[in-house]
């Protein structure tokens, strides 16, 4: 059986990319890296970029309330990454401190409790974004539904708390 970090031994591509980042985190200046923090997309259509610059290529266009992880902060420009584990830069200022989580499975069941035996409120699709009402304990997390619905999906159901 294979593991994950068999791969980064074998592959040397990963072993690059693993080193690279220890290298780079010891050599970053502490102001420049931020603490794997999460934060939502404040606004629609804020472009990401490949750079942290107006100038540089544009990746996509990410909508109000999409959860990213912040990689590294450099003036002004976030380093994020989304769900998917796709990296791009925005500007900071793009970024709000309100959390939002996002269903990584087919399919989340949001119970009336922190219980799967509780009642079930709702069930939500992949992809749908919801935001994070309390930080997550024991395994589940507070949510509410963009419809107002609210309740406790388990965290390896979604992505972002």
């Not at 593991?3 to 980042?21: E, I, K």
């Not at 404040?42 to 610059?53: G, I, K, L, Q, R």
């Not at 087919?106 to 409120?121: D, F, G, I, K, R």
């Amino acid at each position: 059986m294979k593991h994950a970090h068999d791969a980064c031994v074998t592959n040397p591509f990963l072993r690059c990319r693993v080193l690279g980042l220890l290298i780079g985190i010891l050599l970053c200046p502490a102001h420049a890296i931020a603490a794997f923090e999460f934060f939502s997309i404040a606004e629609n259509a804020t472009v990401m970029y490949d750079a942290p610059s107006l100038k540089a290529d544009k990746l996509y266009v990410a909508s109000r309330h999409l959860p990213v992880e912040a990689v590294v902060k450099v003036e002004g420009w976030v380093k994020v990454r989304d769900s998917g584990g796709g990296l791009a830069w925005v500007e900071e200022k793009a970024l709000s401190e309100k959390r939002y989580v996002i269903v990584t499975a087919p399919q989340a069941e949001v119970y009336q409790a922190a219980n799967a035996s509780s009642t079930l409120v709702f069930q939500a699709q992949q992809n749908v974004v919801m935001e994070q009402l309390e930080p997550a304990v024991n395994g589940w997390v507070k949510v509410r539904h963009r419809d107002g619905q609210t309740g406790y999906v388990r965290t390896q159901q979604i992505w972002g708390s």
